[in-house]
């Protein structure tokens, strides 16, 4: 490659001299760019964030603007970390976080696999799949409600058709056994082309060359795919599983359309339960308080994860 | 008047909106759930724009955000509505916090008199503190919860038959729940017509308020009681009583035997949608869904018959909805406002009214010898009203209805405890709310 | 080297064809579900088991975009309908009332989810210009902080985020969600196109500067346009998740600036939920962000990544 003319005297002249010529210096343009986005951070999420804290602290509820407001100290947390129905709230999200995840990772990752076998139209089948991520998952957990009446929607007669079984024998949504099962099918449904994608961007990042160095050391294919295949995608791998993670810790809004956190409360993820307690109680003292423990939450298991995943890319 | 193409409509609207704003009318905004009964009321205030020059805007909230959403815009003092059709059991926070403009001076100025409307809408839907004449709302919609069942089932000989053989008596119209949970397991899982259908579908719904608003018809008929009649927050054993445990037992009897499967997170719009396809004999749900059933094309006519909730052993009562009109303190067009309401509670806007499909709460309309048989389900909704008991109407209203929703769905769907530790934890849960709200 | 991995061979081919196909025909029937309930009418969509074939009917989209109620007799004769869609609702005895709320909400979606994508990608240019190629005290630390705040559950910020809206007076306008999801999506943006702009030679820019442009002048001229590609396909997945989003919207906004998301779910018919119209409102609502994920689906990998994966 030859660099042009402009490049090599750009090259020459030293860029600092260039830069003072012209009115603002660089460090002022560099704060003229940099400091909108960061004070919108700072209004729209730190604030808030701080405000927060602040208000986990009070016994404020925002319905009754009323009432005197009472500093009661870590009582909330307390009474948080005590009960046995938020930890109930964490069992359903630990199971619904576990099994998205796998059965995406498995499911995404077989996919990106054999499409990276390159048959014909591969690309337009990839469009196909990839279309379910670009619903609104609200809209898709209504619409899945509709799909899983057993007398009316699809879902059971199409597991009938397939299995056999009686499509009035069971209930996806209503049953306490299968509900979690319910939820884990439909974000599966709807995000296993996410998983599959990023780890296609991680299949097609290897180069050829190493598979055609393998096979001349005949290196057997289930060799080459323990020893070049799964290492090489490893770091896209768990970044799919850092984003889903955030994502299903976060989870509200396909969930609350399709169970509403029911039957009783099987399905009732945290943020689900959040919302109940800050905007249907309005206890919002008591919700701030359980939404720093979230936030804190996420924050540090990201964190770690963060931390091996550089780790594994470093290798 | 002639009904405009809906292309047309928004420039017709934006163009009377002009002439009106010429002849210095105001914009009123109306709020309401979206249901069918809303829609009509768009319609019959076409005649209210007509007359008063003044051009109504609606914003209609779906039944599950509509307590959330409509509660809020009140407690944050919004401007969105002038005029509000809350629920029946948002009066005492609304009239408590100022919410609603007291209709006392304006009913006695205008002439209109309490004493006209159906007695149980006067107590449910304007009076606070109940059953003092203190007004805060003109009663606007009658509504009650009631059964609709499929009478051409009813009516075929093969079933009649089998059905006195089994159960020593014609089937037809229940008179006791227990007689209603007969019918519902003579049809859980019958052929009928090539299709398995079942007995009945009820209210399970665990989000907004669908499960209270069901159970309560069972509650109250085996002898559940808010409160003691000396203390009305005095709750223990009355809200958790043993006959009150019976009737919460009931339910979830109720629930396991006779109802369609995946029907665990069912309100008003799902029960419809079974009971139009043809899944049940018998359906729980609020009058206001009647006139659809009705004109339905595969259930409707002949096909229908309503019923008012059958008594228990503890009494004859039936979950109470509904609502009244009040005008929203935060408005700016009060004035305005108040025209409309009393536009709205002439016997001929009431007549037209129930013509639509609104449940009017007018005496001069229900009492007319002519309402009884004007529509097939038009006396069930008259004796439906007169056994009515509604859900508590204090300002801690939501924490009251979070709490039972909670314990009734934890007991009757997902199956866990016994009743009578559900009722206990409800009855716990509402002492809290009462003692943080300082009234015990 | 017909066994190596690098060509497979075609039997490979097939057998990875197929599967992929079968994976795809199951994935999409319920969305084929969805496309095909909104041309039922309300009846079949509720249809006791359900049906395959139906007769198509346009009733759905009808129901979609008007308000309907129930009229007199007496009316009915006298105002005969004079045009097909108000023939379809003649069916129940109800006439058209006006137009639905569908629209509003459409055109909701369309100023909130592109003006917060205009507004993120043009402060997420800025800044990712910045901390690309200036020195910006505490780079890093900034960048993780940007970061960080997209793993906030909604939820969480909500209670404040309502309460400052309430004082501010931004609850349920326009600019107040505008501003709201431009500060969740501006993380994904700076750091897109952080690394579009690391890509783009400094030389050009520097050459520009020694020919008399302004850093301003070397930014809009030289960077903005090779950056294009890069601010496009930003610009696709912040639109998707304004788009779409549902938690805020369905707690901050009522009224005047509620989106479709939080709406389709509501469409209520005769009655119960009026589904033919629910999945109608749901492919209309579709069909934008599939035409730009179709036109722009070779960016795709790189949004999804979240910038890790260069080309």
């Known amino acids: 490659m030859f660099d042009s003319p402009m490049q090599r005297a750009a090259r020459a002249t030293p860029p600092e001299i260039a830069r003072r010529i012209r009115g603002l210096s660089d460090r002022t343009v560099a704060w003229i760019f940099v400091s909108p986005t960061i004070l919108l951070l700072l209004a729209v999420n730190i604030f808030p964030l701080i405000w927060t804290i602040n208000l986990s602290f009070t016994n404020f509820r925002a319905n009754r603007p009323n009432r005197a407001i009472e500093y009661v100290g870590f009582e909330n947390y307390q009474r948080i970390l005590t009960d046995g129905d938020i930890w109930l709230t964490m069992q359903a999200t630990a199971h619904f976080l576990f099994w998205t995840i796998l059965l995406q990772v498995l499911i995404g990752f077989t996919l990106a696999w054999l499409i990276n076998r390159k048959f014909k139209g591969n690309d337009l089948w990839t469009t196909i799949i990839v279309l379910p991520m670009m619903l609104s998952p609200a809209v898709v957990g209504n619409f899945w409600t509709f799909l899983y009446q057993p007398q009316i929607g699809f879902f059971n007669y199409i597991v009938s058709f397939f299995t056999g079984v009686d499509p009035a024998s069971f209930q996806m949504i209503g049953d306490v056994p299968l509900a979690p099962w319910a939820i884990v099918i439909v974000d599966t449904w709807m995000w296993t082309p996410f998983v599959m994608l990023i780890c296609l961007a991680g299949l097609r990042s290897i180069p050829g060359y190493i598979y055609e160095a393998a096979e001349i050391d005949r290196a057997s294919r289930w060799r080459q795919f323990w020893t070049i295949t799964l290492p090489m995608v490893l770091p896209f791998l768990m970044l799919a599983v850092l984003f889903r993670g955030i994502e299903n810790f976060k989870m509200f809004d396909l969930v609350v359309q399709l169970t509403g956190g029911g039957p009783g409360s099987t399905t009732e993820l945290t943020s689900i339960n959040l919302k109940r307690e800050a905007f249907e109680k309005w206890r919002t003292g008591y919700a701030s308080a359980y939404a720093v423990i979230l936030f804190v939450t996420i924050f540090g298991l990201a964190s770690i994860y963060v931390k091996a995943l550089n780790k594994v890319k470093e290798r | 008047m002639k009904t405009s193409s809906c292309l047309a409509a928004p420039v017709l609207a934006a163009v009377s909106g002009l002439a009106a704003t010429a002849a210095s009318a105001d914009d009123l905004t109306l709020c309401w759930a979206a249901w069918d009964p809303a829609n009509a009321l768009v319609e019959l205030s076409k005649d209210f724009e007509a007359q008063s020059g003044h051009k109504m805007s609606f914003e209609f909230v779906p039944w599950p955000n509509f307590a959330d959403r409509m509660l809020n815009e009140l407690n944050s003092g919004g401007k969105l509505c002038d005029l509000m059709i809350g629920d029946s059991q948002w009066i005492g926070g609304a009239a408590e916090n100022g919410n609603y403009i007291k209709l006392n001076d304006f009913f006695d100025a205008e002439g209109i008199k309490m004493d006209d409307f159906i007695p149980a809408t006067v107590v449910g839907y304007a009076e606070w503190p109940k059953n003092t004449p203190n007004y805060w709302a003109l009663p606007a919609f009658g509504d009650v919860v009631g059964w609709t069942y499929r009478k051409d089932w009813f009516s075929r000989p093969e079933l009649q038959t089998e059905f006195k053989k089994t159960y020593g008596r014609d089937l037809g119209v229940p008179e006791t729940l227990d007689q209603l949970m007969d019918i519902a397991k003579f049809f859980q899982g019958r052929e009928i017509d090539g299709t398995t259908v079942y007995g009945a579908a009820i209210y399970t719904e665990r989000g907004s308020e669908g499960i209270t608003m069901g159970v309560t018809n069972a509650l109250y008929n085996y002898g559940f009681q808010y409160g003691s009649p000396a203390n009305p927050y005095e709750l223990q054993g009355f809200v958790n009583s043993p006959e009150a445990a019976k009737g919460l037992e009931f339910y979830k009897a109720l629930y396991d035997c006779c109802t369609p499967p995946g029907s665990s997170d069912w309100y008003m719009s799902e029960d419809i949608d079974a009971y139009k396809s043809g899944q049940v004999a018998l359906q729980m749900n609020f009058a206001f869904i009647w006139p659809g059933v009705n004109a339905d094309a595969n259930v409707g006519g002949d096909k229908s018959g309503y019923f008012p909730n059958p008594a228990g052993p503890g009494g004859h009562f039936a979950q109470l909805g509904g609502q009244g009109i009040s005008v929203v303190a935060n408005s700016d067009q009060k004035d305005a406002a108040l025209q409309y309401i009393k536009w709205f509670a002439q016997p001929e806007v009431q007549a037209k009214w129930w013509q639509l499909g609104g449940y009017s709460a007018l005496k001069a309309v229900v009492e007319d010898p002519a309402f009884a048989t004007s529509q097939p389900y038009a006396q069930t909704f008259l004796d439906s009203m007169a056994i009515v008991k509604d859900f508590w109407a204090e300002p801690a209203y939501a924490d009251l209805m979070l709490a039972m929703q909670k314990r009734v769905h934890d007991y009757v769907v997902a199956g866990q405890g016994t009743a009578q530790e559900a009722l206990d934890s409800l009855a716990k849960d509402w002492t809290a709310i009462f003692e943080d709200e300082g009234l015990l | ?311």
């Open chain 3, 1 to 311: 080297m017909s066994n190596s991995i690098t060509e497979p061979t075609p039997r490979q081919k097939w057998v990875a064809g197929i599967l992929v196909v079968g994976y795809a025909l199951v994935t999409i029937l319920p969305l084929i579900w969805i496309l095909t309930t909104g041309f039922k009418t309300p009846a079949d969509a509720i249809a006791y088991p359900p049906k395959v074939i139906f007769e198509p009917s346009l009733e759905g989209y009808v129901n979609l975009f008007t308000t309907r109620t129930r009229q007199t007799q007496e009316f009915l004769a006298a105002h005969p309908p004079q045009t097909w869609y108000e023939e379809i609702v003649r069916k129940y005895d109800m006439v058209i009332v006006g137009p639905s709320r569908y629209g509003e909400r459409f055109l909701n979606s369309v100023i909130i989810g592109f003006g917060s994508t205009f507004l993120s990608v043009f402060l997420g240019t800025l800044a990712a210009y910045a901390f690309s190629r200036f020195k910006v005290p505490l780079k890093d630390d900034l960048l993780f902080f940007i970061l960080s705040t997209r793993m906030m559950p909604p939820i969480a910020v909500a209670i404040p985020i309502f309460l400052m809206f309430r004082s501010l007076g931004l609850s349920d306008t326009h600019l107040g969600m505008i501003l709201l999801y431009t500060a969740v999506n501006i993380s994904l943006a700076v750091w897109l196109l952080k690394g579009f702009i690391d890509e783009i030679p400094r030389e050009y820019e520097e050459a520009a500067l020694i020919d008399g442009y302004t850093r301003f002048q070397a930014f809009y001229k030289v960077v903005l346009p090779q950056a294009a590609t890069g601010i496009a396909s930003t610009a696709i997945f912040c639109l998707i998740f304004a788009w779409n989003e549902y938690a805020f919207a369905a707690l901050l906004t009522s009224g005047t600036a509620q989106t479709a998301p939080p709406f389709i779910p509501t469409i209520i018919g005769v009655g119960g939920q009026d589904w033919p119209a629910v999945a109608a409102g749901a492919t209309v609502f579709l069909v934008p962000v599939m035409v730009f994920t179709i036109i722009l689906r070779k960016h795709l990998l790189r949004g999804i990544t979240f910038g890790a994966v260069r080309k």
